[in-house]
């Protein structure tokens, strides 16, 4: 089946460890997304790419990293240096062109103890 | 950053009842807005997308209208049922063609 596939569904974590969220898509996009969720706020977009080895900063990159070094990969990495990362995390994707609708994956919830 | 807004926060109706929610934005640099679908334990799940000013979309029970002057759509359900039970998510997209997402609207439907 085509999808998004994120692993794994719960993470935790301690303090001042680095953790790297899974985010695969086997639906041929071009473009990747990262988005954290916190309650009661809408979906704030992390880091993004359009094309393999390249991304962007979202509107909330400070303390997290991100890489494309294949089109259906984009691991997310949340460092020390993240002030609150217990969230949860969701990855799109989006096929070049269109209507800019993307497709979402299952999510992953962080909690840093 | 665009600012994206949704009303209500929440809702509880009854089964039966006919429902509907707000979704603003800018007016200005506006490219499209989408509804999105999100329940429970599973991925947001895309229902419209609407460029055009007047436009309207329908997919069963639930229907969208947009108006890009004015900044605003809304989304109807009518006749809901405990299966529409979800978070509605509204996002927009202006020229760099990214959404922006407003905090949705978390539609409880009581049997």
């Known amino acids: 089946d085509g999808g998004i596939t ?13 953790v790297t969220l899974s985010c695969e898509q086997n639906l041929n996009h071009d473009a990747m997304y990262w988005y954290r ?45 993240q002030k609150n990362p217990t969230a949860f995390y969701l990855c799109a994707s989006r096929l070049a062109g269109g209507t800019d609708t993307q497709y979402f994956g299952p999510g992953t919830r962080l909690t840093v103890l | 950053i665009l600012n994206v807004e949704q009303s209500p926060q929440s809702l509880h109706v009854q089964e039966g ?33 609407m460029t055009l000013n007047g436009d309207e979309k329908k997919k069963g029970r639930i229907s969208a209208t947009l108006n890009t002057k004015e900044g605003y759509s809304y989304l109807y359900i009518k006749g809901s049922q405990p299966e529409d039970s979800a978070t509605y998510l509204c996002a927009c997209s202006g020229s760099a ?6 905090s949705g609207t978390q539609l409880t439907v009581l049997p």
């Open chain 1, 37 to 81: 969720q916190d309650p009661g706020q809408g979906l704030r977009l992390i880091y993004y790419s359009q094309i393999v080895n390249d991304f962007q900063k979202g509107d909330i990159a400070e303390g997290y990293s991100v890489s494309r070094e294949k089109k259906e990969s984009f691991p997310l990495t949340v460092t020390s240096a």
């Open chain 2, 17 to 49: 009842d006919s429902t509907n929610f707000t979704c603003s934005f800018p007016s200005s640099n506006f490219y499209a807005l989408h509804w999105y679908r999100w329940e429970t334990a599973k991925s947001p799940e895309a229902l419209f997308v």
């Open chain 2, 97 to 102: 063609r990214q959404l922006t997402f407003g």
């Open chain 1, 6 to 18: 994120q692993s794994p569904k719960y993470l935790f974590r301690k303090e001042g460890q680095n």
